[in-house]
């Protein structure tokens, strides 16, 4: 089984470092639940609500994003041009080291 690691900052501004696996199909949403982080994924993954909305703030390319995330990200609070849904960012090796931050949660 091969891992990566995963530094999210939440809220706070405290940082977690998080070990993943990337043989299982998880994306960054589902790996945040699975530490206890304060990501909703209402919608489970679909790209459907943007409660797992967080920043990039490394230099780790990630996949252009799909026409789901864009429209979801353009009705969502709190967008900034680093914003990406993080059920959209698969677990694999080319995130290896990636530092995300947490978006404000939408009241």
């Known amino acids: 089984m ?3 690691k995963v530094t999210i900052i939440d809220r706070e501004g405290k940082s977690h470092e998080l070990v993943g696996p990337t043989d299982m ?4 949403m589902e790996l945040c639940k ?3 982080l304060p990501v909703l994924g209402e919608c489970g993954g679909m ?3 943007a409660t797992c909305q967080c920043y990039l703030e490394s230099d ?3 996949p252009e994003q799909n026409d789901a995330e864009l429209d979801m990200l353009d009705q ?3 967008v900034k041009p680093n914003s990406r849904l993080g059920c959209q960012i698969h677990l694999d090796d080319s995130i290896d080291g990636i530092v995300l931050r947490l978006a404000p949660e939408a009241n």
Do not use: G, Q
């Open 25 to 28: 199909s998880m994306n960054i």
């Open 60 to 62: 780790v390319a990630l």
């Open 76 to 78: 969502a609070f709190f």
């Open 34 to 36: 699975a530490y206890d």
């Open 47 to 49: 790209a459907m609500c």
């Open 2 to 4: 091969s891992e990566i």
